[in-house]
């Protein structure tokens, strides 16, 4: 197998790890060398990861907007691995309403998944880490950079949230050898689909990877747009 350096031996936590952008990255990271610790929602959607034979992979599933479920979820990531090197944070979800047909439960679920998870698993995460190296990677989306959509504005404010943390903690961490990350992906096109306009996953992933380098340092409280064809 051809192990990538920058990758190879990492210690890496993706959570949304069951989803089809988590399951890619799980396989996608194991296959080149990283211990990877795969955060999932319940122990049922452990069965939908792709650990390849002989790769260093665990499953984790704890609810990710559960402040005691992330800090226990965490620890027991921090045991079974012997620190973070890096998070990798898909956990999204996506819903459309009439702005006066949007309830509060509503609301507050699409920003606890979409911006408190980000806040618990970041926090988390950067405890874990050794002052000599980390990476904290989040997805936000097109729309929580550039402007609201008409109908989600829930989604839009959670992930317009994501870059604010994102920049601010990125500021805390300034002048250290931990960097902080956001990719805006537009549509995402996985394998398989027949749409044209957007991104693909594996064009996310190598972006992760990137990330995760070297020259990656030179993003350190970036956005980096992913908007593929659909501009």
Known sequence: MNMNKGIQGKNIVITGASGRLGRLMVSSFARKGARIAAVVRTPEAADKLDFPEDAEGWAFPFDVTDETQVVAGFEGIKSSLGGIDVLIHTVGTWAAHPFCELSMDTWNQILAVNLHATFLCFREALRSMSASYGRLIAFTSKQ?????????????????????????????????HITVHAI??????????????????????HLCEYLMGEDGKAHHGSVLPAYGSLL
């Open 144 to 176: 929580g950079v550039e402007k609201g959509v008409a109908q989600q504005a829930a989604y839009s404010v959670a992930k317009a949230g994501v870059v604010r943390l994102v920049e601010s903690v990125a500021q805390e961490l300034a002048g250290t």
């Open 184 to 205: 805006a992906p537009s549509y995402i096109l996985y394998p398989g689909m027949e749409a044209e306009k957007g991104v693909r996953a594996e064009a996310l992933i």
